[in-house]
């Protein structure tokens, strides 16, 4: 919900408007996708050093896949990825807080993977991926490597 309409962006999904578990901002999500996706790129070099060429195309398909990939593990495993790290967020379930269950976070995976769903955002601001998964971007406890339970 927008200020203007009597509430704060998360507030329905029972988020507080700052502070940790709250909504993370969308300079945060852009941040946290340009160096997951660097990381992905440096990743899909990896094979150069061992003598292996990947022509462009090839190139492009195994940074999208490790990109994915990354995504998908990192998610599972720890409740975000390098980037979300970086940024002071993570991935957590909606309505209660905490890690995701594997499923969800494979449909959010792959509809990330189809990019149109991160354009298409609620008055909470999460992208249809999000809602798919009933999962939110929420801002980290700094003092925890995992995103704070709303």
Known sequence: MRADQGGTPGERLGLPATG???LATFGARLGAYVVDGVLANLLA???????????????????????????LVLLSLVGQTVGMR?????????????RQRFSLIL???????LLLPVFFVDRDL???HDRAARAAPVRADRGKARPAQP
């Open 107 to 113: 449909v959010r995976t792959v509809l990330l993977g």
């Open 126 to 128: 999460r992208g249809l």
């Open 20 to 22: 940790p578990g709250s």
């Open 86 to 98: 970086l940024f002071g967020f993570g991935v957590a379930r909606v309505p209660g807080g905490g």
């Open 45 to 71: 070099g990896v094979p150069a050093l061992f003598g292996v060429a990947i022509g462009g195309s090839g190139r492009g398909l195994l940074v999208y896949g490790i990109f994915l990939l990354e995504e």
